[in-house]
């Protein structure tokens, strides 16, 4: 049943008052909207019905688009395909054979949604939740599962493919189904879950016979997270080819959102100025920066609180003290990055971008910078900060807390004060040595198995069984049972129409997918390898088992708890390349750093290394260990900088040439290129041959009536000879 309906437009109607009159305008109001949006519909030559929603005040609009519309779309598509020289398979003005290479649902739910969703200026109906001027009571316009299709591919994927490995044709049916920007984002994990098997072995060898820190593991980290982003620059290259979407970009729809500023009296002729929209990135940076201040402030006091505070509280309620850093996380971090997301998607739309990629281009950036420092900033903290100066702090720390507990006072009740409070605190009589003995000396490896083990189960447990129990209970509390799956099929429904509305009304009530979090996900994890495994070898290990679940669970998500994605021809996973590129580049210089700090001396052992060489608060403190170990320790991390603008550059001309020059791909793409300036050439030597031609018969009727002219006079002249 779900295949009759291309898309389902969510109509809800606000009519919340305070006077009896407003709110019969409002209805009225909102009753003129559904009429319009009805008309437009059908005038557009769409199907349309309105399906009572969960509540009174929604309605469930389901849009069908009929096979000569349907064809109407798809050539005008390849007609600017062809204008934009993309590289598609197929070319403006050839014959289709739709039996030989039928259209895609994919391409079918993006034309239609394209086609209802786009600005009215680029050939749509502007009908989106976007457009609150003209349609305020839109929600949301999303596409239906598909259910039969979801339940073979989960089958197949889960039971049959035991391994890392998606295949073309696998992908293939992927990007049939769900677009190419979601095949993209699974060749993606699945290309890194594969490129992890070569850290995940080096780092169990690592692990089991070489020590921490090892400087030739960091090397091979380095080469390796360098090899792979150049790698997957081609993968990625090669995919956009055999799908036909390389250049994807230059067709894409203006969104409805985008203001422009007309610069003529012509209404096509609107633009906005690069300059204008440069300065408002710009401006929103000062915001940025300002939120990454407020919450690296606040990561840090918890930090600080956590690997401190609560080392020496021996106090009141001492066995609770270090529940409470994850209590204030819990509470805080999640409510600032929330209000914090608000903003940056305010900013994101005051900057005006004409296109939905550029868009969430810039919305990914202003993001991921934030969960990046809540990702990374304990570990680089731990590294930096708690290791190197953890003694001299603790110290700092502990005469703050008791300070006023060990000033002698000649008064008696004072006394007895400082005798309650000596009790309370036996802390204040520790030595530098036994401040020493708080350390402690395996936190760094503590933290990478919480972030690569523990927190990739929660995530796990959060993104796959979560819904479920939230589900069940919204469902109780509604009067529907513990039923948290789909709905079941009615035995009094021979046609099926009863089950149809009823799916519609339960996937209206799922969020929409969001890519960013996936892709968010494996890149945040692509970091703690790259950055921090030298710290535990292990973890390249501990996220491979990760993403051979996460290849399954991402599945089942995005066909059980979310939306059905909305089909988009990209070429590029983006932002998240450069993000990528990044992580690449602070690699060669975190590994450096901390091999440089943390590599066991061989006459003394490992932790005679990190923290005797390091906690000289007796012999000069911090300043003696930022001269003798953090200064070097920086400026070998430079050096290591400027080495891996080196090994990018050499590792990039080398897989260019090795595995982008004369491949298929390659060839296939300067084919699909040369064809559209063949047919661009046809075309217009068409159109000259054929003004040739009239000029041709114009000259050739000029030339007979000159001939005919100069016979008579010839005659003329015999006559008078």
Not at 91 to 111: I, N, Q
Not at 472 to 487: E, F, I, Q, Y
Not at 601 to 618: A, L, P
Request: charged share 20%; hydrophobic share 40%; glycine share 6%.
């Amino acid at each position: 049943m779900s295949q009759k309906a291309d898309l389902v437009i969510q109509f809800v109607a606000t009519t919340a008052s305070k006077s009896k009159d407003d709110k019969r305008n409002k209805a009225q109001s909102a009753l003129n909207e559904y009429n319009e949006l009805l008309n437009t519909l059908h005038n557009a030559g769409l199907l349309a019905a309105g399906k009572q929603g969960s509540t009174n005040r929604e309605i469930l609009i389901v849009v069908s688009c009929p096979w000569d519309k349907l064809r109407e779309l798809i050539e005008t598509e390849r007609h600017t395909d062809f204008l934009h020289g993309l590289l598609t398979n197929a070319y403006h003005g050839e014959e289709r054979d739709f039996a030989a290479s039928p259209l895609s649902p994919a391409d079918r739910v993006r034309l239609v949604h394209t086609y209802v969703t786009s600005a009215t200026s680029q050939g749509g109906l502007g009908i989106t939740s976007g457009n609150k001027d003209k349609w305020p009571s839109v929600q949301s316009v999303f596409a239906l599962h598909d259910r039969t299709f979801n339940h073979t591919w989960l089958d197949s994927w889960t039971k049959r493919q035991l391994g890392f490995t998606m295949k073309a044709s696998e992908l293939d049916v992927v990007k049939n189904q769900f677009g190419e920007s979601v095949a993209l984002y699974y060749a993606f994990l699945s290309s890194y879950s594969q490129a992890l098997v070569f850290p995940a072995l080096i780092g169990v060898t690592f692990w089991k016979f070489e020590k921490p820190y090892s400087p030739i593991y960091s090397i091979l980290i380095v080469l390796w997270s360098v090899l792979f982003v150049e790698w997957w620059r081609i993968r990625e290259r090669k995919l956009s080819v055999r799908w036909g979407t390389r250049g994807a970009a230059r067709v894409e729809k203006r969104r409805v959102e985008f203001k422009p500023v007309k610069s003529t009296g012509n209404d096509e002729d609107e633009s906005f100025p690069w300059w204008k929209r440069e300065f408002r990135v710009l401006t929103s940076l000062p915001v940025i920066g300002t939120a990454a201040v407020m919450l690296a402030v606040l990561l840090t006091g918890i930090f600080i609180l956590e690997a401190f505070v609560t080392q020496l509280y021996t106090g009141p309620g001492h066995q609770y003290a270090s529940l409470v850093p994850t209590i204030l996380f819990a509470a805080l971090v999640p409510q600032f990055l929330a209000v914090y997301q608000k903003f940056a998607v305010a900013l994101t739309d005051w900057e005006n971008h004409a296109h939905q990629s550029s868009h969430d281009a810039s919305l990914t950036i202003k993001t991921f910078a934030l969960s990046s420092i809540v990702a990374y900033l304990g570990l680089s903290l731990s590294a930096f900060v708690y290791v190197p100066f953890g003694e001299y702090l603790m110290t700092l720390v502990h005469t703050m807390i008791f300070a006023e507990s060990t000033k002698p006072d000649d008064n008696k009740a004072d006394a007895k004060i400082h005798d309650k409070a000596s009790k309370l605190a036996p802390a204040s009589a520790q030595t530098a040595e036994h401040i020493s003995g708080k350390l402690n000396a395996s936190r760094l490896q503590n933290q990478m198995f919480a972030y690569t083990v523990t927190n990739q189960i929660i995530n796990s447990f959060i993104e796959v069984v979560l819904p479920f129990i939230t589900r069940g209970v919204s469902n109780a509390r509604n009067g529907k049972g513990l039923h948290m799956g789909t709905p079941k099929a009615e035995k009094d429904d021979p046609t099926g129409e009863k089950q149809f509305i009823s799916d519609i009304k339960y996937q209206a009530s799922l969020p929409e997918y969001s890519i960013f979090v996936d892709y968010s996900e494996m890149v945040t994890q692509f970091g703690y390898v790259a950055l921090y495994s030298t710290i535990w070898p292990l973890a390249p290990a501990m996220a491979l088992i990760n993403d051979w679940l996460e290849l399954r669970s991402d599945a089942f998500k995005m066909t059980t708890h979310t939306r059905r994605p909305v089909p988009t021809r990209v070429d590029t996973i983006g932002p998240w390349l450069e993000n990528l590129s990044f992580i690449a580049w602070l690699a060669a210089l975190i590994n450096s750093a901390l091999v440089y700090l943390f590599r066991p001396s061989e006459s003394k052992g490992f932790f005679h290394s990190i923290f005797h060489r390091h906690h000289t608060v007796s012999s000069g403190g911090p300043l003696e260990t930022l001269e003798t170990s953090i200064v070097p320790a920086i400026l070998i991390a430079l050096s290591a900088s400027h080495g891996y603008i080196i090994l990018r550059a050499v590792t990039r001309h080398i897989l260019e040439r090795a595995l982008w020059k004369g491949c298929p791909e390659a060839k296939e793409g300067e084919q699909k290129e040369r064809i559209v300036k063949q047919k661009y050439l046809q075309n217009a030597t068409s159109t000259l041959n054929s003004s040739a031609q009239r000029e041709k018969r114009e000259v050739s009727a000029d030339g007979l009536l000159w001939q005919e002219d100069g016979k008579a006079e010839l005659e003329k002249w015999i006559k008078t000879e």
